[in-house]
């Protein structure tokens, strides 16, 4: 067990619809980083937070958004779903926004569109 | 552009050792991690590079050449429960984002 949370862990929806995410860190860690794992991509980096700022943005879709709180949880947004928005979402969190900081991985919320 | 190339599968004997190979080329780079994951599960850290040489750590070594863009994990006295997916990703030093292969898929047969 890593310490991160996510819930939903499985999610079904429509195309067309919107749904919300959400990651609780590890205690003490104000870094919170989304990543999208689908069979043919692998693991992409999509958006990151330290401390409730925007820190980095990968390949984020513009349906996509995301946040952190000042309780340091963070919600993914996805919009206007397409059935290629399939895939496991991963949280994941480290102590600092640093790049040596081993990051931790949450269980993931597996979506699938139909 | 990033680009990380790892072999997409390997099988290996129970109690061999296998060496995953991975070759990156990124804009810029800080470090390089191995990650294991298993089906449906959540990637769990093995190890960090950023020096290069290498780094041992029980059944699993890590080794780096920066000069090379070049990084191997070894995995030692292999059990059936090593079969899992091996991914290789590098840091760079806009933010912490890590830069991930597409994952080397090892089998462990008895």
């Known amino acids: 067990d890593s310490g991160v949370t996510q819930t939903p862990k499985h999610l079904i929806t429509a195309t067309g619809q919107r749904v919300t995410l959400r990651c609780s860190p590890r205690?003490?860690?104000?870094?919170v980083y989304w990543y999208q794992q689908s069979l043919d991509q692998g693991l992409q980096f999509l958006i990151q937070?330290?401390?409730?700022?925007?820190?980095a943005k990968g390949n984020i879709l513009e349906r996509f958004s995301a946040q952190q709180f000042p309780d340091l949880h963070s919600e993914l947004n996805l919009s206007s779903l397409e059935l290629g928005d399939s895939a496991l979402y991963f949280c994941?969190?480290?102590?600092?926004?640093?790049?040596?900081?081993?990051?931790?991985f949450g269980p993931g919320t597996r979506l699938t569109v139909t | 552009g990033q680009n990380i190339d790892q072999p997409t599968e390997m099988t290996a004997t129970e109690g061999a050792i296998v060496q995953i190979n991975c070759t990156y080329q990124?804009?810029?780079?800080?470090?390089l991690f191995w990650y294991q994951q298993h089906a449906g599960e959540a990637p769990t850290f093995l190890s960090y590079?950023?020096?290069?040489g290498l780094e041992e750590k029980g059944r699993f070594s890590s080794f780096l050449s920066r000069s090379k863009g070049y990084s191997y994990l070894l995995l030692k006295e292999l059990q059936m429960k090593d079969s899992a997916s091996y991914l290789c990703?590098?840091?760079?030093?806009?933010?912490?984002?890590?830069?991930f292969g597409q994952g080397t898929e090892l089998s462990v047969k008895p």
């Open positions: 937070y330290y401390n409730g700022e925007e820190r």
């Open positions: 590079n950023v020096l290069d």
């Open positions: 990703a590098v840091t760079i030093p806009q933010g912490g984002k890590l830069i």
């Open positions: 205690s003490g860690d104000l870094s």
């Open positions: 994941a969190s480290s102590p600092s926004p640093g790049t040596s900081d081993e990051q931790y």
């Open positions: 990124t804009s810029g780079f800080n470090g």
